[in-house]
C-alpha cells in the first residue's frame, strides 16, 4: 500500500483544471475505478490528484453541429440511458461495464485514458470515427480516437493534458459491440469486437470493425470492412470478413484466457456483432 499522502484539487473550470494537471505529479481523477486500485497497488503515486467531476463542460451529451459531444466525465450509467442509434456500439460497450455501483462511477473519459487492450467502450469509439479533445496549458488539440493508442494501457496523452470531450460524428447506418466473457458480468472482455455498418438499397457501402482484447491494443481491421464494401453483407462476406479479422489479430495467453482459445471465439464474435450491427443498419431510422 502506498505511505505517502497527495494533495486533492477540486477545480470547477477547465481553465482551473489545466493550471492543476500541469502541477507535479498530477493525476487527473474522474470515477476513480482504475486510478484508486491502481494507487492501492503501487503501482502510481499521483502528488496531486486532480478530480476532474465537478467541471461542468465535462459532464453530459450534447449535439453539436454534425456530432455528438460526450464530456469526458460523463459516467457509463449516464450514457447507457441515452436513446437514439448513432452511438450504439459505444452504448453497447457502456452497459455491460462492472456492475451498476462500477458504471455510476466509471466514466466514457477515464475508459479511454485507461487505454486497456479490454476497454469495452473502446472498439465502438473506434468503428464510430470518434475524435478526443485533449487541453492543456500548452493549447487544444484533437486525436482520432484511431491514432490514440500506443500500446496495452498507452496512449498519446501527456500526463498534464485533460481530455474535456469525445465527439462522434452522427452518421447513418448501424453500429454493435459484443464480448465475450466467462461470466456474465463482472467479467473484463476475453475478446470484444464492433462494427459499424452503412446499407444503402441493400447494399454496404461503408463498413468499420475493430477488435478488442486480442491485440496490444484496441484497433480497427480495414480490410475486414473493405471485404463487406459493395456486398450485401451475406454469409459468404461476414466469412471473408472473419478471416481478415483472424489474420489481424495477435492475442496473447493471459489470465483471462488463451491464445488459442481467443482465436477459436474471434470469428462467431464477430459473425454474432456484424449482423447485429446489419440489423440495426436496416432498421435505422436517422439518428
Ligand atoms: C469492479 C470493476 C469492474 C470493472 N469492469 C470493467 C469492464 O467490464 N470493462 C471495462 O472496460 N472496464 C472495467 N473496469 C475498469 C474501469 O471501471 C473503467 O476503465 C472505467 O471506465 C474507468 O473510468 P474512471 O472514471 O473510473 O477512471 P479513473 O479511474 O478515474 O481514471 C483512469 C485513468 O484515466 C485518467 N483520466 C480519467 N479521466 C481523465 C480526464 N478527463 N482527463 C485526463 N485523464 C483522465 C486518470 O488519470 C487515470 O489514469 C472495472 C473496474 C472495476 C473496479
Known amino acids: 500500500m502506498p505511505t505517502t499522502g497527495f494533495t486533492y484539487l477540486r477545480p470547477l473550470t477547465v481553465?482551473?483544471?489545466?493550471?492543476?494537471?500541469?502541477?507535479p505529479g498530477a493525476f487527473a481523477l474522474a470515477g476513480g475505478t482504475d486510478l484508486v486500485p491502481l494507487r492501492a497497488a503501487g503501482?502510481?503515486?499521483?502528488?496531486?490528484?486532480?478530480?476532474?467531476?465537478?467541471?461542468?463542460e465535462l459532464r453530459g451529451v450534447e449535439t453539436e453541429g454534425d456530432a455528438i459531444r460526450i464530456g469526458a466525465a460523463t459516467t457509463l450509467a449516464d450514457l447507457g440511458e441515452r436513446d437514439g442509434r448513432s452511438l450504439d456500439a459505444i452504448l453497447d460497450g457502456a452497459k455491460i461495464v462492472g456492475a451498476a455501483q462500477t458504471r455510476e462511477r466509471a466514466t466514457l473519459g477515464g475508459n479511454l485514458c485507461r487505454s486497456s487492450p479490454a476497454g469495452d467502450t473502446l472498439c465502438g469509439l473506434l468503428v464510430l470515427d470518434a475524435?478526443?479533445?485533449?487541453?492543456?496549458?500548452?493549447?487544444?488539440r484533437h486525436v482520432p480516437v484511431r491514432d490514440f493508442f500506443t500500446g496495452p494501457s498507452r496512449n498519446v496523452k501527456k500526463p498534464s493534458e485533460a481530455?474535456?470531450?469525445?465527439r462522434v460524428p452522427v452518421r447513418e447506418g448501424g453500429s454493435a459491440y459484443r464480448r465475450f466473457t466467462y461470466r456474465r458480468s463482472m467479467d473484463l472482455a476475453v475478446v470484444g469486437v464492433a462494427a459499424w455498418l452503412?446499407?444503402?438499397d441493400g447494399v454496404c457501402v461503408n463498413a468499420a470493425i475493430a477488435i478488442g482484447a486480442v491485440a496490444p491494443t484496441p484497433r480497427l481491421v480495414p480490410a475486414a470492412a473493405e471485404t463487406l464494401v459493395g456486398t450485401t453483407c451475406d454469409d459468404e462476406a461476414i466469412a471473408h470478413a472473419c478471416e481478415h479479422v483472424v489474420a489481424a489479430s495477435s492475442p496473447i495467453d493471459d489470465v483471462r484466457g488463451t491464445r488459442d482459445h481467443r482465436l477459436r471465439v474471434l470469428r462467431p464474435l464477430t459473425r454474432d456483432t456484424l449482423l447485429l450491427a446489419l440489423t440495426r443498419a436496416l432498421g435505422s431510422s436517422p439518428p
Not at 503501482?43 to 461542468?56: F, Q, R
Open 163 to 166: 481530455l474535456v470531450s469525445i
Open 198 to 200: 452503412s446499407i444503402e
Open 15 to 23: 481553465a482551473d483544471l489545466i493550471r492543476d494537471l500541469a502541477e
Open 131 to 140: 475524435v478526443a479533445e485533449l487541453q492543456s496549458l500548452d493549447g487544444i
Open 43 to 56: 503501482a502510481i503515486t499521483p502528488a496531486v490528484l486532480v478530480d476532474v467531476k465537478h467541471v461542468a
